[in-house]
């Protein structure tokens, strides 16, 4: 059941990088993904307390 839905997930994930990917383009998506990239490893540094 877990993996099921881990699978749904990351193919609607997929699916939204697609569409942002088309609505946009790629260099703007690819952007976007690596600033949230950032972010979450920023977020992820200051909750590890160091």
Same mark, same amino acid.
């Given at each position: 059941m877990v993996t099921r839905l881990f699978l749904v997930y990351a193919v609607a994930e997929l699916a939204v990088?697609? *569409?942002l *990917? &088309?609505?946009l *383009? !790629?260099?703007w998506t690819v952007l976007l993904l690596l *600033?949230? !990239?950032v972010?979450?490893?920023v977020l992820a540094g &200051?909750?590890?307390g160091t």
């Open positions: 990088v697609v *569409a *990917a &088309s609505t *383009a !790629f260099g *600033a949230t !990239f972010v979450g490893v &200051s909750r590890s």
